[in-house]
């Protein structure tokens, strides 16, 4: 079901359907891409009128319609690079009802499209169930983005005390040790670990040291920098 992007029509009724045809542009420069993504949401949907335009100069031309039901639109096409055409798309007061899908699974991308409003971010190379229900949120109106784009918090900042501790910790050193090695009280030590715990939203030191290692504030043993074992 696909049609070029010159032969784009404002969605009409269908003679004697009593069904509006509801227009879907496809932004992808692979045509096999293309042609399977716009099988699928047209096994979906019956009234879907399925529009693929190939580059960011045809996306845009289109993109003028005002009549829209949803764009799913490719990061990287000829014209276009990361989230330009995005911007573009967004300016034209297509944002809500705009969809990525690309093959460039990086959560700081999806998040700015969340910020900017977009109804999604789908990555390609989900398992094709997962593809297909993301397609079918898309369709609903739900957003849909992976779960790293959340919206982030506001940054962990740890004092010298809290990083000097969580190094300690990080060996697996008791408070009582800690205390004698840094010549504090160990109430002193475990009201620091109480305010780390805290400041890292986790519930006790496992997780705090291992929340600490994924967010970069501690290296792995055994990394190389480090020169530990």
Same mark, same amino acid.
């Given at each position: ?68 039901? =949803?764009?799913?639109?490719? !990061? ?5 690079? $990361? @989230? #330009? ?6 300016? *034209? &007061? ?65 004092? =010298?005390?809290?990083?000097? !501790? ?5 060996? $697996? @050193? #008791? ?6 090695? *840094? &010549? ?46």
């Amino acid at each position: 079901m696909l049609a070029p992007a010159r032969a784009i029509t404002a969605p009409k009724e269908e003679e004697g359907a009593g069904t509006a045809c509801r227009a879907v542009l496809i932004v992808e420069d692979h045509p096999l891409v293309a042609h399977a993504t716009s099988e699928l949401l047209a096994r979906k949907d019956a009234t879907l009128q399925i529009v693929v335009c190939y580059s960011a100069a045809e996306a845009l031309d289109a993109a003028r319609a005002p009549d829209w039901f =949803r764009l799913f639109l490719d !990061l990287d096409v000829p014209g276009a690079h $990361g @989230l #330009s055409l995005i911007r573009q798309i967004a300016a *034209l &007061g297509h944002a809500q009802r705009s969809c990525v899908i690309t093959a460039l699974d990086r959560p700081s991308l999806a998040s700015e499209a969340r910020a900017m409003g977009l109804l999604g971010y789908i990555v390609k190379a989900i398992p094709i169930a997962r593809f297909s229900a993301a397609l079918d949120s898309v369709l609903r109106g739900e957003p849909t983005f992976p779960d790293a784009a959340a919206p982030s918090r506001a940054p962990i900042r740890l004092t =010298r005390r809290q990083q000097e !501790l969580l190094a300690l910790l990080q060996t $697996g @050193l #008791s408070s009582k040790q800690i205390a004698r090695r *840094l &010549g504090i009280s160990e109430g002193t030590v475990n009201n620091h670990i109480a305010g780390l715990l805290r400041a890292l939203r986790v519930a006790n030191r496992t997780h705090a040291v291992a929340r600490a290692t994924e967010l970069g504030l501690l290296l792995v043993p055994g990394d190389p920098v480090t020169g530990r074992d």
